[in-house]
């Protein structure tokens, strides 16, 4: 039985170490095309008072 378990074991630790592969094709992200967001609906200028009775809106 202990042969099994180790046999089992030597699979699964050259099975795990088969499986990792150097990733050369790694994405890469140019900044010069994103767009920075921007809030809007909310104003400076309005005032807003938050009720424990109307926090479900």
């Known amino acids: 039985?202990?042969?099994i378990k180790y046999i089992t074991l030597i699979l699964v630790i050259a099975v795990t170490?088969?499986?990792c592969?150097?990733?050369?094709?790694?994405?890469?992200i140019n900044e010069s095309n994103f767009v920075a967001s921007v809030?809007?609906?909310i104003t400076a200028?309005?005032?807003y008072?938050?009720?424990?009775?109307?926090?479900?809106?």
Do not use: C, H, P, W
């Open 21 to 28: 592969e150097d990733d050369q094709d790694l994405t890469k």
């Open 1 to 3: 039985m202990k042969i």
């Open 49 to 57: 008072v938050l009720v424990k009775d109307t926090t479900s809106e």
């Open 39 to 41: 809030l809007s609906g």
């Open 45 to 47: 200028d309005q005032n």
């Open 17 to 19: 170490f088969m499986s």
